[in-house]
């Protein structure tokens, strides 16, 4: 079976990044909760000020499909424009196999 592995980031102006991380956290567990994620993590880079990591990974295109229409990724990027997110940078990875190493 394939899983897909999304990995990118988004910035943040630095001066915001406080009032963002409690969105980060909602968003983060959330997504967490949804059938089909095997992990989802956003964490702030330490040498660069309001860049965010992202790394998602979903069993399936159908769960992939699921999280992009789910309620809280709506409010997730409703919330953009109030923060000046930009700079969205985002890859998607088909794999064929994985194991913990």
Do not use: K, N
Request: charged share 20%; glycine share 4%.
């Amino acid at each position: 079976m394939s899983t897909l592995i999304l990995a990118g980031s988004i910035r943040v102006p630095a001066d915001r990044m406080a009032d963002f991380r409690p969105h980060v956290a909602v968003m983060v567990a959330a997504s967490q909760a949804e059938p089909g994620c095997i992990a989802y993590a956003q964490s702030e880079s330490v040498s660069d000020p309001g860049l965010i990591h992202i790394f998602e990974h979903f069993e399936s295109e159908e769960a992939l499909a699921f999280h992009r229409a789910s309620p809280h990724m709506a409010a997730w990027r409703a919330l953009w424009p109030q923060f000046e997110v930009g700079g969205r940078d985002m890859r998607s990875y088909d794999v064929s196999d994985f194991r913990q190493i």
